[in-house]
């Protein structure tokens, strides 16, 4: 079965210090891996995808995440964290060739980002 | 639309009473998703729709739960009976299309409805 797993519920970082949410796959066949942001009392918005190519994949907001096909991770990364950065973050994969529209998101990671 | 609407934000019902969630997707995708979002459940996929195709309802999670989409459009999410475990937030989420071309198949997802059954 498809799945995507966020092993860390929180993720503390300093402002101006380089963020990493974590995000691990396990599918048949290729991956196609997605990471949405949620804010507050907001929907999820899209930051950035992996279908195929570069490994470094980039996105919305100064994001950027990283394929990488052995250790099949798909990590989140921002070179610089905000206070703005700070919600609530979701890796997802895009379930099998029979139901190309559903997705199935890990548990979520929480991002603070302290002044 | 400038993006999925959905409504209402808020909905308080009594236990055993019928809800009807709203969602307005993107105008011209063809594709519309139903999620629920709740404590130590996280994101479950509900319902997907893809034009006129058979819907694919395999995330519902009883026969409480169902879903229909009006001239290829909007979207209500109706929960029958509810009961305090329904509580969560009702997300909906709409794409160009369901097609294989992952590219067209970001989903855009409305701010959701949170459903409080009490």
Redesign the interface.
């Known amino acids: 079965a498809q799945s995507v797993a966020q092993p860390e519920d929180q993720v503390n970082v300093a402002e101006g210090n380089p963020l990493t949410v974590k995000c691990t796959y396990s599918v048949s066949g290729n991956p ?1 891996l ?1 990471w ?1 942001v949620q804010y507050p ?6 930051l950035l ?1 992996y ?1 195929t190519g570069d490994n470094l994949v980039k996105g919305s907001y100064g994001f950027e995440a990283e394929f990488n096909k052995s250790q099949t991770s798909f990590h989140l990364k921002k070179p610089s964290a905000l206070v703005s950065d700070s919600a609530l973050y ?1 890796c997802a994969v ?1 379930l099998g ?1 029979d ?10 990671t929480q991002v603070v980002v302290t002044p | 639309g400038a993006g999925v609407s959905q409504s209402p934000s808020n909905k308080v019902t009594e236990k055993g009473k019928d809800v009807e969630l709203r969602c307005d997707p993107i105008s011209g995708h063809t594709a519309l998703y139903w999620y629920r979002q709740s404590l130590g459940q996280g994101l479950e996929f509900l319902i997907y729709f893809q034009g006129n195709s058979a819907p694919d309802k395999s995330g519902l999670p009883s026969d409480r739960f169902s879903a229909e989409r009006t001239g290829g459009s909007v979207s209500t999410l109706t929960i029958q009976r509810t009961q305090q475990e329904d509580s969560a937030v009702y997300l909906c989420a709409s794409s160009l299309d369901g097609s294989t071309t992952v590219a067209k198949n970001i989903q855009y997802f409305g701010a959701g409805t949170r459903l409080s059954v009490l």
């Open positions: 196609y997605f949405y009392n907001r929907g999820l918005q899209f995808k279908i979701f895009r060739t139901s190309w529209g559903k997705l199935q998101f890990g548990a979520g």
